[in-house]
Each structure stands twice: as C-alpha cells, then as structure tokens.
Nanobody
C-alpha cells in the first residue's frame, strides 16, 4: 500500500520560511517523479513544483519560482519543499504527489499542472501565513 506522508506545515508570519517534508512507503520511490500541490479554501488544487526521479530536473509554478526549492533524497524515500519569503497568498494545504505517468522535464510543465496526471497523494499539511 502506497503512502505519502507530509509534515512541516505550520503558522508563520509573512516573510518567514518553512520546510515541508514528504516520506513515501510502499512504492519504489526512485521510479516516480514527485511534486507538490496546494489547495486554498474554495480554490482548485494547484501545482507548485515537481522534481524528476533522479532529482536532476525541477520545475516550478510561476508563484513558486525564486522562493521555493524542491529537492529529494531517494535513499530516504523523501522529498522536500523549502519555502522562503512566504506570503499570505501561500496559505493553503500542501500535498505531496508522485507519478510515473510522465517524465518530469522542462517540457512537462503542462502535464505537471494537472492533478489527473499524478497517481499518489498524501493527506496534506497546512501552511498558514499571517500578514
């Protein structure tokens, strides 16, 4: 049974930082591209960032570019999202996701944005940014 478990969410002031973690079990982690999505109340789930199976390629949503860094450690079956300069509009539940439906590359931004292209999901961790 595949499980993705997020941690690291919390309440921070605007301009602050958080590091989210996602640990996987029940899956051959290095065979999957992984990513992060977020969903604010009343809004659709939106793509944040994704990283290729080996960690060599990462792609970001425009809202995350320059402030968020995605990384992974296949030896630990884990991926991370380092977030800096957080803004109130970053407030959302953040979800870890994994897929082998497509390869994470610079050409994969359109595919990565669709939640339908991701097979496995965590339960989410809440991030709240106060102004």
């Amino acid at each position: 049974q595949v499980q993705l478990v997020e941690s690291g969410g919390g309440l921070v002031q605007a301009g602050g930082s958080l590091r989210l973690s996602c640990t996987a079990s029940g899956v051959i982690f290095y065979k999957y591209g992984t990513g992060w999505f977020r969903q604010a109340p009343g809004k659709e789930r939106e793509f944040v960032a994704a990283i290729s199976r080996g960690g060599g390629t990462s792609i970001y949503a425009d809202s995350a570019e320059g402030r968020f860094i995605i990384s992974r450690d296949n030896a630990k079956n884990a991926q991370y999202l380092q977030m800096i300069d957080l803004k109130p509009e970053d407030t959302a539940a953040y979800y870890c996701a994994a897929t082998d439906k497509f390869y994470i590359s610079s050409m994969a931004r359109v595919a990565a944005r669709s939640p339908d292209n991701w097979y496995y999901w965590g339960q989410g961790t809440q991030v709240a940014v106060s102004s």
